[in-house]
């Protein structure tokens, strides 16, 4: 599901490099924190969230055809202050 999630969210972004999937397991399910350039984030939301959605409802067919509970976090690293 890893390399499923990678692969249709590095086909939306402009900076392709940038995006990062870490799977973490939490009580039996499978939280996705996906991580992706600040100026791409609202690429992967899409308007009204639509996007993610969409992706959320794909990840969640295929985990469970694959008897899994899978999730997507998207995860906005906070830009440092600079002094």
Known sequence: MEAFLEYV???LVEKPEAVTVT???RNGLTVYQ????PQDVARVIG???TTINAIRAL???GS?????RCI???VEDQPQPRY
């Open 9 to 11: 969210v590095k086909g």
């Open 23 to 25: 799977p973490v397991d």
């Open 34 to 37: 996906l991580r992706v350039d």
């Open 47 to 49: 308007r009204q969230g």
């Open 59 to 61: 990840l969640l067919v």
């Open 64 to 68: 469970a055809r694959k008897g899994l």
């Open 72 to 74: 997507v976090e998207i």
